[in-house]
């Protein structure tokens, strides 16, 4: 018996999975986007909004839960593409699971549009989208961890969840890109300090985007989806 | 299913590094577990002992786990003081401003294989 000094995290084999379909990811120009939030948030509201307007922006959304479809449905109900994806009681997505889930995408439509099918990069997946959404299992804690091998991490916190959730969920803050704090027509009602929230966010995180928002009234939803814009052109570019 | 989770990626991770040194059996593994990691290492070592039989290189392998103490830092006061004795509120002084520096992580510091 030898002794292997390894100092590695448990999850080393996952990010190194996650690295590599992110490059698949990046030939195929397609950008995946890991959406993150405790359950109600507002993650299938937002994606609801988003999809109505950016009309021009072909997306897909896959919907990560424990069991049932009723987020599925909904997407669906709005004409874009989606699969419901069962975790089996897991409580987050990784980065085996969801090229899985980009497969069964592709599968579930027919790979004619776009730039390759994505089978060439090896992935196996359909690159007939600019964005997919992966709604993650709604929870603070895990998805944090793992890395999905999405393009780009953005996390919601919605205003009655209170804007101390910067000090209990550190980790979710410092490894998502963009912090979108939803509900923000509820304000009155909360004791929620958007300031307070905003500088606790970036004290964890100097670089984190802001955007406060309410996908039923539209506020700020603007500069939400000029983020999203840039960044997909962003991703295609590189 | 967290444990199961965690013991599942560990497994990989432990594959991945045989195959790149070319071992054969694993014997033991020792781990570096945060305290406030969100692992329950009951239920981690059942999960471990669950799957290791049906994993013939983790077959006859022992899981050691080091727990690692959680610390959290102040930074109105500029102290540390442990989190698990007072939470998020800083015993020097009251802030709420704190913040954890270490007992969040799972490490793997090492194996002995051949």
Not at chain 1, 180 to 202: P, Q
Not at chain 1, 214 to 224: F, P, V, Y
Not at chain 2, 22 to 31: W, Y
Request: proline share 3%; glycine share 8%.
């Amino acid at each position: 018996m030898k002794t292997i000094q390894l100092n590695a995290t448990v999850t080393a084999s996952n990010r190194r999975d996650a690295d590599a379909l992110r490059a698949q990811m990046r030939e195929t120009g397609s950008l995946l986007i890991n959406v993150m939030s405790s359950p109600g948030a507002g993650k299938t509201t937002l994606l609801s909004r988003l999809i109505q307007d950016l009309r021009d922006v072909k997306i897909a959304v896959m919907e990560a839960d424990i069991a049932s479809d009723v987020d599925a449905k909904r997407i669906e109900e709005l004409g874009a593409a989606s699969i419901q994806v069962h975790t089996s009681g897991m409580c987050h997505m990784d980065a085996g699971m969801t090229a899985a889930a980009l497969e069964a995408l592709g599968q579930k439509l027919p790979c004619s549009q776009g730039r390759g099918t994505g089978r060439e990069a090896g992935g196996g997946f359909c690159s007939a989208f600019d964005l997919i959404f992966l709604e993650n299992v709604g929870n603070l804690i895990c998805p944090a961890e793992y890395d999905t091998g999405a393009g780009i991490n953005v996390m919601l916190l919605s205003v009655p969840e209170g804007d101390d959730k910067p000090l209990k969920y550190p980790l979710m803050f410092r490894q998502s890109d963009a912090l979108v704090i939803t509900k923000i027509d509820s304000l009155d009602y909360f004791d929620f300090d958007l300031g307070k929230c905003e500088s606790r966010a970036r004290k964890l995180h100097p670089e984190i985007k802001i955007f406060p928002v309410s996908a039923k009234t539209g506020a700020g939803m603007e500069a939400l989806e000029r983020w999203i814009r840039s960044s997909l052109t962003e991703w295609k570019q590189i | 299913m967290h444990e199961m989770g965690i013991v599942l990626h560990l497994a990989k991770t432990l594959d991945e590094t045989a195959e790149e040194h070319q071992l054969t059996a694993i014997g033991k593994v020792v781990l570096q577990v945060g305290e406030v990691s969100g692992i329950m290492t009951e239920l981690f070592t059942d999960a471990w002992d669950y799957f290791k039989l049906r994993h013939p290189i983790l077959k006859d392998s022992a899981l050691v786990l080091e727990i690692v103490p959680a610390v959290t830092w102040c930074d109105n006061c500029k102290q540390t003081y442990e989190t698990v004795k007072y939470g998020r509120t800083c015993p020097h002084c009251g802030s709420g401003e704190t913040w954890l520096i270490q007992g969040n992580e799972c490490t793997i510091k090492e194996i002995e294989a051949e």
